[in-house]
């Protein structure tokens, strides 16, 4: 399972553009769209037809909750995106959550063996309802990416208000993309302009 996935699903929780946080899975209609345009990172499970209804949004949102509180727990000692710290179940309920979620759809292994290729193992899914088959998917998007190298580089985005938790690709990286960035630098600016117009001690300070 893609488990950049499990960074989307975070992400439904996001700065707005206006100085506010926006929750790309907040009503039901927002929930099909969402799941809809991750057709192909939910390879196998048939999303086209599915519907979201207010039962299964709560329990998308549910996984969402504990992916969070892991993100949270993986980036620590740094803080935790600010949208949610304060709401976030404890790790290890979210972990149980995130565990059993993900045992709900059972698979079984297969080898494929093409005449004219290698072999490969294939875990084949054996859940006829789509709506477990998803809520499996997420969960084990988040477990993938968790239980992986990428792990040691998430982080949450530093600059002013965005809530965002990203992968870092390299050394000095310190936001989610750019125009985060630059939105960091003016406020550091600005506060810089501000000290030194009051003379305080972070004037001094580059």
């Known amino acids: 399972m893609e488990s950049g996935l499990a960074l989307e699903l975070a992400s439904t929780i996001r700065h707005d553009g206006d100085g506010g946080v926006t ?4 009503t039901p209609a927002g929930a099909t769209r969402w799941v809809r345009a991750r057709e192909e990172l939910l390879d196998g499970v048939p999303v086209r037809e599915l519907v979201v209804d207010e039962r299964l949004r709560a329990e998308i949102t549910g996984v969402r909750r ?20 304060g709401e976030l ?5 979210a972990l149980a959550h995130l565990n059993q979620t993900a045992a709900l759809e059972r698979v079984v292994p297969r080898l494929d063996w093409p005449p004219d290729g290698d072999p490969a193992p294939r875990l084949l899914p054996t859940e006829p309802d789509p709506r477990v088959r998803l ?3 997420l969960a084990r998007s988040a477990i993938d ?3 992986g190298p990428r792990r040691a580089r ?9 809530v965002r938790y990203f992968v870092k690709s390299h050394g000095r990286q310190e936001w989610c993309k750019p125009s985060c960035g630059n939105r960091a630098r003016a406020a550091r600016h600005y506060r810089r302009q501000r000290a030194a117009a009051e003379g305080g001690p972070a004037a001094a300070h580059p």
């Open 23 to 26: 929750d790309d899975l907040a």
């Open 145 to 147: 990416f968790l239980g």
């Open 135 to 137: 809520l499996a998917a």
């Open 89 to 93: 179940p404890p790790w290890e309920r």
């Open 66 to 85: 504990a992916v969070r509180a892991l993100f949270a727990r993986a980036v620590e000692p740094a803080p935790p995106s600010p949208a949610d710290a």
């Open 154 to 162: 998430l982080r949450a985005c530093a600059a002013p208000r965005c």
